[in-house]
Protein backbone atom coordinates (compact mmCIF):
# COMPACT_ATOMS: atom_id res chain seq x y z
CA UNK A 1 0.00 0.00 0.00
CA UNK A 2 1.11 3.22 -0.94
CA UNK A 3 1.82 5.49 2.62
CA UNK A 4 4.71 8.25 4.13
CA UNK A 5 7.72 7.20 6.12
CA UNK A 6 7.81 7.95 9.65
CA UNK A 7 11.22 7.46 11.32
CA UNK A 8 11.87 7.75 15.06
CA UNK A 9 14.57 10.64 16.42
CA UNK A 10 17.31 8.37 16.35
CA UNK A 11 16.85 7.25 12.59
CA UNK A 12 16.55 10.85 11.82
CA UNK A 13 19.63 11.57 14.00
CA UNK A 14 21.08 9.02 11.95
CA UNK A 15 19.85 10.49 8.34
CA UNK A 16 21.50 13.45 9.76
CA UNK A 17 25.33 12.14 10.07
CA UNK A 18 24.86 10.68 7.15
CA UNK A 19 24.08 14.32 4.91
CA UNK A 20 27.26 15.84 6.77
CA UNK A 21 28.44 18.76 4.16
CA UNK A 22 24.79 19.38 2.97
CA UNK A 23 23.44 22.75 3.84
CA UNK A 24 20.48 21.00 5.50
CA UNK A 25 19.66 24.30 7.71
CA UNK A 26 19.96 26.43 4.80
CA UNK A 27 17.26 23.93 2.88
CA UNK A 28 15.02 23.69 5.89
CA UNK A 29 14.89 27.60 6.66
CA UNK A 30 13.76 27.98 2.77
CA UNK A 31 11.46 25.52 2.76
CA UNK A 32 9.60 27.40 6.24
CA UNK A 33 10.07 30.42 4.75
CA UNK A 34 8.15 29.09 1.43
CA UNK A 35 5.30 28.38 3.70
CA UNK A 36 5.38 31.49 5.84
CA UNK A 37 4.88 33.41 2.89
CA UNK A 38 2.21 31.39 1.92
CA UNK A 39 0.38 32.12 5.39
CA UNK A 40 1.30 35.88 5.24
CA UNK A 41 -0.69 36.42 1.75
CA UNK A 42 -2.83 39.18 1.97
CA UNK A 43 -2.42 39.61 5.41
CA UNK A 44 -0.71 41.35 8.15
CA UNK A 45 3.19 41.20 6.64
CA UNK A 46 4.60 41.39 10.42
CA UNK A 47 6.55 38.27 11.71
CA UNK A 48 7.10 37.21 15.19
CA UNK A 49 10.14 34.89 14.93
CA UNK A 50 10.65 33.26 18.11
CA UNK A 51 14.18 31.64 17.83
CA UNK A 52 15.51 29.02 20.47
CA UNK A 53 19.21 28.08 21.90
CA UNK A 54 19.96 25.44 19.63
CA UNK A 55 19.58 24.35 15.66
CA UNK A 56 16.15 24.97 15.50
CA UNK A 57 16.88 28.66 16.49
CA UNK A 58 19.66 28.76 13.41
CA UNK A 59 16.36 27.16 11.27
CA UNK A 60 14.66 30.57 12.79
CA UNK A 61 17.24 32.68 11.88
CA UNK A 62 17.28 31.19 8.07
CA UNK A 63 13.69 31.76 7.97
CA UNK A 64 14.33 35.43 9.00
CA UNK A 65 16.51 36.51 6.49
CA UNK A 66 14.72 34.97 3.59
CA UNK A 67 11.48 36.92 4.60
CA UNK A 68 13.79 39.82 5.30
CA UNK A 69 14.55 39.56 1.71
CA UNK A 70 11.13 39.57 0.23
CA UNK A 71 10.24 42.61 2.07
CA UNK A 72 8.31 41.49 5.27
CA UNK A 73 8.62 43.08 8.69
CA UNK A 74 10.67 41.01 10.62
CA UNK A 75 11.39 40.47 14.36
CA UNK A 76 13.25 37.96 16.02
CA UNK A 77 13.63 36.94 19.76
CA UNK A 78 16.54 34.98 20.69
CA UNK A 79 17.26 34.80 24.69
CA UNK A 80 20.25 32.23 23.94
CA UNK A 81 23.57 32.56 24.60
CA UNK A 82 25.51 33.40 20.68
CA UNK A 83 28.73 31.65 22.25
CA UNK A 84 26.71 28.23 23.06
CA UNK A 85 25.00 28.22 19.54
CA UNK A 86 26.51 25.47 17.30
CA UNK A 87 27.99 25.69 14.04
CA UNK A 88 25.71 25.71 11.94
CA UNK A 89 23.44 27.50 13.71
CA UNK A 90 26.10 30.09 14.86
CA UNK A 91 26.66 30.82 10.70
CA UNK A 92 22.84 31.30 10.45
CA UNK A 93 23.06 34.11 13.11
CA UNK A 94 25.80 35.55 11.13
CA UNK A 95 24.44 35.21 7.94
CA UNK A 96 21.38 37.37 9.57
CA UNK A 97 22.77 40.08 11.42
CA UNK A 98 24.90 40.75 7.73
CA UNK A 99 21.79 40.68 5.95
CA UNK A 100 20.83 43.94 8.48
CA UNK A 101 18.76 42.05 10.56
CA UNK A 102 18.63 42.53 14.67
CA UNK A 103 18.14 40.37 17.51
CA UNK A 104 16.26 40.85 21.20
CA UNK A 105 16.08 39.08 24.46
CA UNK A 106 12.60 39.65 24.39
CA UNK A 107 9.08 39.46 22.00
CA UNK A 108 9.33 42.58 20.10
CA UNK A 109 5.90 42.58 18.08
CA UNK A 110 2.98 43.36 19.59
CA UNK A 111 0.46 42.42 16.27
CA UNK A 112 2.36 40.00 14.10
CA UNK A 113 0.44 38.43 11.38
CA UNK A 114 2.20 35.38 11.85
CA UNK A 115 4.51 33.69 14.27
CA UNK A 116 7.09 31.63 13.91
CA UNK A 117 8.05 28.56 16.58
CA UNK A 118 11.55 27.75 16.32
CA UNK A 119 12.57 27.11 19.55
CA UNK A 120 13.31 23.48 20.19
CA UNK A 121 13.26 20.58 17.96
CA UNK A 122 13.74 17.56 18.28
CA UNK A 123 16.12 17.03 20.03
CA UNK A 124 14.79 18.55 23.58
CA UNK A 125 15.15 16.44 26.34
CA UNK A 126 14.07 18.64 29.53
CA UNK A 127 11.28 20.67 30.91
CA UNK A 128 11.05 24.34 28.96
CA UNK A 129 11.80 27.33 31.43
CA UNK A 130 12.25 30.66 31.23
CA UNK A 131 11.89 32.97 28.82
CA UNK A 132 10.42 30.37 26.19
CA UNK A 133 7.75 28.96 28.34
CA UNK A 134 6.05 32.37 28.60
CA UNK A 135 6.65 33.05 24.77
CA UNK A 136 4.87 29.69 24.61
CA UNK A 137 1.85 31.13 26.53
CA UNK A 138 2.19 34.28 24.40
CA UNK A 139 2.14 32.27 21.20
CA UNK A 140 -0.90 30.27 22.06
CA UNK A 141 -2.79 33.22 23.37
CA UNK A 142 -2.56 35.36 20.01
CA UNK A 143 -4.80 35.52 17.60
CA UNK A 144 -1.71 35.13 15.16
CA UNK A 145 -1.27 31.38 13.27
CA UNK A 146 1.87 30.09 14.51
CA UNK A 147 4.43 27.97 12.12
CA UNK A 148 6.41 25.37 13.76
CA UNK A 149 9.44 24.61 12.69
CA UNK A 150 10.11 20.72 12.53
CA UNK A 151 8.03 20.13 15.03
CA UNK A 152 5.90 22.17 17.63
CA UNK A 153 8.23 23.58 20.61
CA UNK A 154 7.39 21.37 23.71
CA UNK A 155 6.05 18.04 21.68
CA UNK A 156 7.89 15.43 22.12
CA UNK A 157 8.82 13.82 18.61
CA UNK A 158 8.89 10.27 19.42
CA UNK A 159 5.77 10.07 21.61
CA UNK A 160 3.20 13.24 21.08
CA UNK A 161 3.52 13.56 24.19
CA UNK A 162 2.97 17.49 25.21
CA UNK A 163 4.74 19.36 27.83
CA UNK A 164 2.37 21.67 30.20
CA UNK A 165 3.42 24.63 27.77
CA UNK A 166 3.61 23.33 24.19
CA UNK A 167 2.80 25.29 20.68
CA UNK A 168 -0.38 25.04 19.26
CA UNK A 169 0.35 25.45 15.49
CA UNK A 170 -1.97 25.89 12.87
CA UNK A 171 0.76 24.44 10.65
CA UNK A 172 4.02 22.69 11.25
CA UNK A 173 6.94 22.24 8.53
CA UNK A 174 8.70 19.02 9.68
CA UNK A 175 11.98 18.75 7.79
CA UNK A 176 13.88 15.11 6.33
CA UNK A 177 10.60 13.27 7.69
CA UNK A 178 7.29 12.80 9.46
CA UNK A 179 8.52 11.84 13.19
CA UNK A 180 5.87 9.76 15.56
CA UNK A 181 5.43 12.35 17.67
CA UNK A 182 3.43 14.71 15.26
CA UNK A 183 0.59 12.09 14.49
CA UNK A 184 -0.01 10.15 17.76
CA UNK A 185 -0.92 11.20 21.20
CA UNK A 186 -1.19 15.00 22.00
CA UNK A 187 0.42 15.53 18.43
CA UNK A 188 -2.62 16.01 16.30
CA UNK A 189 -4.02 18.83 18.71
CA UNK A 190 -0.40 20.53 18.25
CA UNK A 191 0.75 20.86 14.81
CA UNK A 192 -2.10 21.98 12.93
CA UNK A 193 -1.33 21.26 8.96
CA UNK A 194 2.15 18.72 8.32
CA UNK A 195 3.87 19.49 5.57
CA UNK A 196 6.81 17.55 4.78
CA UNK A 197 10.74 18.81 3.31
CA UNK A 198 12.97 16.02 2.77
CA UNK A 199 15.36 19.04 1.56
CA UNK A 200 16.46 16.89 -1.30
CA UNK A 201 17.42 13.57 0.39
CA UNK A 202 16.84 10.77 -0.97
CA UNK A 203 16.01 9.42 2.71
CA UNK A 204 14.19 5.73 1.79
CA UNK A 205 17.36 5.19 0.44
CA UNK A 206 19.87 6.15 2.52
CA UNK A 207 17.17 4.28 5.25
CA UNK A 208 14.84 2.42 5.09
CA UNK A 209 12.25 3.05 7.24
CA UNK A 210 10.04 0.70 9.67
CA UNK A 211 7.10 3.25 9.83
CA UNK A 212 4.32 4.66 7.86
CA UNK A 213 2.12 7.03 8.05
CA UNK A 214 -1.55 6.05 6.53
CA UNK A 215 -3.72 8.09 4.71
CA UNK A 216 -7.21 7.40 3.06
CA UNK A 217 -6.34 9.66 0.31
CA UNK A 218 -3.42 7.39 -0.84
CA UNK A 219 -4.96 3.86 0.25
CA UNK A 220 -7.91 4.07 -2.23
CA UNK A 221 -5.70 4.47 -5.26
CA UNK A 222 -4.65 1.24 -4.30
CA UNK A 223 -8.09 -0.21 -3.21
CA UNK A 224 -7.46 -4.34 -3.01
CA UNK A 225 -8.94 -6.40 -5.65
CA UNK A 226 -11.89 -7.81 -3.72
CA UNK A 227 -13.07 -4.03 -2.83
CA UNK A 228 -13.19 -3.46 -6.51
CA UNK A 229 -16.30 -5.94 -7.30
CA UNK A 230 -14.73 -5.52 -11.07
CA UNK A 231 -15.79 -9.25 -12.13
CA UNK A 232 -19.69 -9.85 -12.53
CA UNK A 233 -18.91 -13.56 -12.83
CA UNK A 234 -18.97 -13.83 -8.60
CA UNK A 235 -20.86 -15.13 -5.79
CA UNK A 236 -21.39 -14.18 -1.76
CA UNK A 237 -18.89 -17.17 -1.51
CA UNK A 238 -16.65 -15.18 -3.49
CA UNK A 239 -16.55 -12.40 -0.54
CA UNK A 240 -16.08 -15.34 2.24
CA UNK A 241 -17.97 -16.01 5.29
CA UNK A 242 -17.06 -14.18 8.51
CA UNK A 243 -18.36 -15.53 12.31
CA UNK A 244 -18.68 -12.99 14.87
CA UNK A 245 -18.65 -14.67 18.60
CA UNK A 246 -19.74 -12.17 21.25
CA UNK A 247 -23.22 -10.60 21.93
CA UNK A 248 -23.88 -11.58 25.84
CA UNK A 249 -26.82 -10.87 27.83
CA UNK A 250 -27.45 -6.96 27.58
CA UNK A 251 -24.82 -7.07 25.15
CA UNK A 252 -25.75 -7.88 22.13
CA UNK A 253 -25.90 -4.37 20.17
CA UNK A 254 -22.13 -5.10 20.09
CA UNK A 255 -22.00 -7.81 18.11
CA UNK A 256 -24.81 -6.56 15.77
CA UNK A 257 -22.69 -3.90 15.64
CA UNK A 258 -19.94 -5.74 14.14
CA UNK A 259 -22.06 -7.73 12.04
CA UNK A 260 -23.52 -4.58 10.32
CA UNK A 261 -20.12 -2.84 9.77
CA UNK A 262 -18.51 -6.28 8.31
CA UNK A 263 -21.89 -6.22 5.47
CA UNK A 264 -21.21 -2.76 4.72
CA UNK A 265 -17.71 -3.86 4.10
CA UNK A 266 -18.56 -6.35 1.49
CA UNK A 267 -17.87 -9.85 3.25
CA UNK A 268 -20.04 -12.23 1.53
CA UNK A 269 -21.91 -13.65 4.40
CA UNK A 270 -22.04 -12.80 8.29
CA UNK A 271 -22.86 -15.09 11.03
CA UNK A 272 -23.61 -14.23 14.50
CA UNK A 273 -22.99 -16.36 17.52
CA UNK A 274 -24.62 -14.92 20.29
CA UNK A 275 -23.51 -15.88 23.86
CA UNK A 276 -26.94 -14.37 25.47
CA UNK A 277 -29.54 -16.76 27.06
CA UNK A 278 -32.50 -15.03 25.52
CA UNK A 279 -30.83 -15.24 21.55
CA UNK A 280 -32.25 -13.24 19.00
CA UNK A 281 -33.46 -14.28 16.19
CA UNK A 282 -33.16 -11.88 13.25
CA UNK A 283 -31.56 -8.24 13.69
CA UNK A 284 -34.53 -6.16 12.55
CA UNK A 285 -32.54 -3.82 10.85
CA UNK A 286 -30.04 -6.01 9.30
CA UNK A 287 -32.41 -9.09 8.01
CA UNK A 288 -29.35 -10.20 6.07
CA UNK A 289 -27.21 -11.04 9.08
CA UNK A 290 -27.87 -15.00 10.23
CA UNK A 291 -27.92 -14.83 14.08
CA UNK A 292 -27.37 -18.18 16.01
CA UNK A 293 -25.36 -19.65 19.48
CA UNK A 294 -21.98 -18.88 19.93
CA UNK A 295 -21.29 -22.66 19.55
CA UNK A 296 -23.09 -23.37 16.74
CA UNK A 297 -21.55 -20.69 14.83
CA UNK A 298 -17.61 -21.89 16.65
CA UNK A 299 -18.72 -25.60 14.69
CA UNK A 300 -19.15 -23.94 11.65
CA UNK A 301 -16.29 -23.41 9.02
CA UNK A 302 -15.57 -19.54 8.11
CA UNK A 303 -13.12 -17.67 6.38
CA UNK A 304 -12.27 -15.31 9.45
CA UNK A 305 -13.80 -14.88 13.03
CA UNK A 306 -13.78 -12.05 15.28
CA UNK A 307 -14.27 -12.93 19.01
CA UNK A 308 -14.89 -10.35 21.32
CA UNK A 309 -17.70 -7.46 20.91
CA UNK A 310 -19.86 -8.11 23.92
CA UNK A 311 -18.50 -11.63 24.61
CA UNK A 312 -18.85 -10.55 28.23
CA UNK A 313 -16.72 -11.94 31.35
CA UNK A 314 -18.86 -15.39 32.06
CA UNK A 315 -17.40 -18.70 32.31
CA UNK A 316 -18.74 -19.57 28.79
CA UNK A 317 -16.95 -16.58 27.43
CA UNK A 318 -13.72 -18.01 28.14
CA UNK A 319 -14.83 -21.65 26.73
CA UNK A 320 -15.68 -19.59 23.53
CA UNK A 321 -12.10 -18.19 23.24
CA UNK A 322 -10.48 -21.12 23.95
CA UNK A 323 -12.07 -22.51 21.18
CA UNK A 324 -11.38 -19.49 18.78
CA UNK A 325 -8.10 -19.69 19.67
CA UNK A 326 -7.33 -22.99 18.30
CA UNK A 327 -9.13 -22.37 15.04
CA UNK A 328 -7.22 -22.04 11.88
CA UNK A 329 -9.08 -19.52 10.62
CA UNK A 330 -8.07 -15.59 10.92
CA UNK A 331 -8.59 -14.38 13.96
CA UNK A 332 -10.00 -10.83 15.51
CA UNK A 333 -9.68 -10.21 18.92
CA UNK A 334 -11.46 -7.39 20.36
CA UNK A 335 -13.17 -5.70 23.73
CA UNK A 336 -13.71 -8.76 26.13
CA UNK A 337 -11.98 -11.69 24.71
CA UNK A 338 -8.92 -9.71 25.20
CA UNK A 339 -9.67 -8.90 29.20
CA UNK A 340 -10.23 -12.45 29.42
CA UNK A 341 -6.50 -13.05 27.63
CA UNK A 342 -5.11 -10.18 30.02
CA UNK A 343 -6.00 -12.39 32.92
CA UNK A 344 -5.39 -15.93 32.06
CA UNK A 345 -2.00 -16.56 31.02
CA UNK A 346 -2.95 -20.05 29.87
CA UNK A 347 -5.09 -17.97 27.05
CA UNK A 348 -2.12 -15.53 25.99
CA UNK A 349 0.12 -18.29 25.61
CA UNK A 350 -2.34 -19.95 23.18
CA UNK A 351 -2.90 -16.42 21.30
CA UNK A 352 0.83 -16.48 21.15
CA UNK A 353 1.48 -20.16 19.62
CA UNK A 354 -1.17 -19.34 16.98
CA UNK A 355 -0.03 -19.95 13.43
CA UNK A 356 -3.23 -18.28 11.54
CA UNK A 357 -3.18 -14.89 11.48
CA UNK A 358 -4.25 -13.10 14.80
CA UNK A 359 -4.84 -9.51 14.84
CA UNK A 360 -5.71 -7.96 18.25
CA UNK A 361 -7.46 -4.32 18.92
CA UNK A 362 -7.25 -3.09 22.51
CA UNK A 363 -7.62 0.79 23.08
CA UNK A 364 -5.12 1.90 26.24
CA UNK A 365 -6.74 0.50 29.21
CA UNK A 366 -7.24 -2.75 27.37
CA UNK A 367 -3.71 -2.59 26.24
CA UNK A 368 -2.10 -1.69 29.54
CA UNK A 369 -4.40 -5.21 31.17
CA UNK A 370 -2.50 -6.85 28.35
CA UNK A 371 1.00 -5.31 28.87
CA UNK A 372 0.29 -6.00 32.70
CA UNK A 373 1.07 -1.51 33.41
CA UNK A 374 -0.88 1.34 33.48
CA UNK A 375 -2.72 3.18 31.06
CA UNK A 376 -0.61 5.97 31.73
CA UNK A 377 2.23 4.13 30.88
CA UNK A 378 0.66 2.58 27.78
CA UNK A 379 0.14 6.30 26.91
CA UNK A 380 3.54 7.92 27.50
CA UNK A 381 4.97 5.87 24.54
CA UNK A 382 2.23 4.35 22.46
CA UNK A 383 4.68 3.69 19.71
CA UNK A 384 6.52 1.07 21.60
CA UNK A 385 3.32 -0.68 23.64
CA UNK A 386 1.94 -1.05 20.18
CA UNK A 387 5.21 -3.13 19.29
CA UNK A 388 5.22 -4.84 22.63
CA UNK A 389 1.96 -5.91 22.37
CA UNK A 390 2.62 -7.26 18.35
CA UNK A 391 5.56 -9.25 19.90
CA UNK A 392 4.69 -10.37 22.90
CA UNK A 393 1.33 -11.83 21.36
CA UNK A 394 2.35 -13.15 18.03
CA UNK A 395 0.11 -10.68 16.40
CA UNK A 396 -1.22 -7.87 14.41
CA UNK A 397 -1.75 -4.68 16.80
CA UNK A 398 -4.07 -1.63 16.82
CA UNK A 399 -3.32 0.54 19.39
CA UNK A 400 -6.40 2.84 19.72
CA UNK A 401 -6.76 5.87 20.05
CA UNK A 402 -5.42 9.67 19.04
CA UNK A 403 -3.47 8.64 15.90
CA UNK A 404 -3.82 4.73 16.00
CA UNK A 405 -0.96 3.02 16.16
CA UNK A 406 -0.57 -0.35 13.92
CA UNK A 407 1.95 -3.21 14.65
CA UNK A 408 3.49 -6.03 13.29
CA UNK A 409 5.40 -9.22 14.26
CA UNK A 410 8.27 -8.20 12.09
CA UNK A 411 8.90 -4.81 13.87
CA UNK A 412 7.27 -2.70 11.43
CA UNK A 413 4.37 -0.31 12.23
CA UNK A 414 2.31 2.45 11.02
CA UNK A 415 0.02 5.36 12.05
CA UNK A 416 -3.32 6.60 11.37
CA UNK A 417 -4.13 9.70 10.22
CA UNK A 418 -7.66 9.91 9.45
CA UNK A 419 -10.44 10.17 12.29
CA UNK A 420 -11.82 12.78 14.84
CA UNK A 421 -13.10 12.72 18.03
CA UNK A 422 -16.59 12.22 17.09
CA UNK A 423 -15.37 8.47 16.79
CA UNK A 424 -14.95 8.96 20.66
CA UNK A 425 -17.77 7.15 21.77
CA UNK A 426 -19.69 3.85 22.10
CA UNK A 427 -19.87 1.20 19.66
CA UNK A 428 -17.08 2.74 17.40
CA UNK A 429 -14.82 -0.17 18.26
CA UNK A 430 -16.69 -3.04 17.53
CA UNK A 431 -17.32 -1.25 14.17
CA UNK A 432 -13.86 -0.78 13.76
CA UNK A 433 -13.27 -4.59 14.61
CA UNK A 434 -16.70 -5.89 12.28
CA UNK A 435 -14.60 -3.65 9.01
CA UNK A 436 -11.21 -5.66 9.46
CA UNK A 437 -12.69 -9.22 10.03
CA UNK A 438 -15.18 -8.33 6.93
CA UNK A 439 -11.55 -7.48 4.69
CA UNK A 440 -9.80 -10.71 5.89
CA UNK A 441 -12.69 -12.84 5.31
CA UNK A 442 -12.56 -11.05 1.71
CA UNK A 443 -9.01 -12.71 1.78
CA UNK A 444 -6.58 -10.33 1.94
CA UNK A 445 -3.71 -10.50 4.41
CA UNK A 446 -4.31 -9.13 7.95
CA UNK A 447 -1.65 -6.72 7.69
CA UNK A 448 -3.14 -5.04 4.79
CA UNK A 449 -6.56 -5.94 6.15
CA UNK A 450 -5.58 -3.84 9.16
CA UNK A 451 -4.38 -0.73 8.01
CA UNK A 452 -7.33 0.01 5.49
CA UNK A 453 -9.51 -0.86 8.05
CA UNK A 454 -8.69 1.61 10.73
CA UNK A 455 -7.52 3.82 7.85
CA UNK A 456 -11.24 3.64 6.23
CA UNK A 457 -12.99 3.86 9.40
CA UNK A 458 -11.32 7.59 10.52
CA UNK A 459 -11.95 8.21 7.03
CA UNK A 460 -15.69 7.57 7.10
CA UNK A 461 -16.05 9.51 10.44
CA UNK A 462 -13.93 11.95 8.51
CA UNK A 463 -16.58 12.18 5.84
CA UNK A 464 -19.69 12.39 8.45
CA UNK A 465 -18.21 15.69 9.62
CA UNK A 466 -17.37 17.09 6.28
CA UNK A 467 -20.99 17.05 5.66
CA UNK A 468 -22.27 18.70 8.58
CA UNK A 469 -23.06 15.73 11.03
CA UNK A 470 -20.49 15.08 14.33
CA UNK A 471 -18.47 15.32 15.46
CA UNK A 472 -21.09 15.91 18.47
CA UNK A 473 -23.40 13.19 18.62
CA UNK A 474 -22.04 10.68 15.58
CA UNK A 475 -23.25 7.46 16.68
CA UNK A 476 -20.87 4.66 15.81
CA UNK A 477 -23.83 2.75 13.57
CA UNK A 478 -23.52 5.59 10.77
CA UNK A 479 -19.99 4.90 10.63
CA UNK A 480 -19.71 1.48 8.76
CA UNK A 481 -22.71 2.85 6.16
CA UNK A 482 -20.00 5.99 5.24
CA UNK A 483 -17.45 4.08 4.79
CA UNK A 484 -19.21 1.64 2.31
CA UNK A 485 -19.69 4.87 0.50
CA UNK A 486 -16.19 5.54 0.91
CA UNK A 487 -15.47 1.73 -0.89
CA UNK A 488 -17.60 2.46 -3.61
CA UNK A 489 -15.95 5.72 -4.47
CA UNK A 490 -12.76 4.53 -4.83
CA UNK A 491 -13.67 1.64 -6.93
CA UNK A 492 -15.58 3.66 -9.47
CA UNK A 493 -12.44 6.00 -9.92
CA UNK A 494 -10.08 3.07 -10.36
CA UNK A 495 -12.59 0.89 -12.83
CA UNK A 496 -12.61 4.30 -14.84
CA UNK A 497 -8.76 4.43 -15.18
CA UNK A 498 -9.09 7.80 -12.83
CA UNK A 499 -5.32 9.01 -11.31
CA UNK A 500 -4.77 10.74 -8.57
CA UNK A 501 -3.76 13.54 -10.91
CA UNK A 502 -7.16 13.42 -12.69
CA UNK A 503 -9.06 14.44 -9.39
Known amino acids: MAAEPVYRVSEVRSLEKSAVGFPLMERAGLAAAQIARDMLAGGVPRVQILAGPGNNGGDAFVVARWLKSWYFDVDVAFAGETSRLGPDAASALRAWQAAGGQSNPEWQCREPGLIIDGMFGIGLGRVIGAPY?????????????????????????????????????????????LKPGLLTADGPDHCGTISVHALDLDVETALPSRGERLRWESLRDALPAPLRRARRNDHKGSFGTLAIIGGADGLVGAALLAGRAAMHVGAGKVRIGLAATDRLLVDALAPELMLDSAQRVLDMPCDALIIGPGLGSLPQARAFLQSALATASPLVIDADALNLIAGDSRLARALAARTAESIITPHPAEAARLLQRDTASVQRDRLTSALDLAGRFNASAVLKGSGSVLAFVDGTWAINASGNVGLASGGTGDVLAGMIGALVAQRIAAREALELAVCLHGAAADALVASGHGPVGLAASEVAPAACALINQAATRLRFGETPDAR
Do not use: C, Y
Request: glycine share 4%; hydrophobic share 50%.
Open 133 to 177: DEWIARANESRAPVLALDIPSGLDADTGIAQPRTIRAAATATFIA
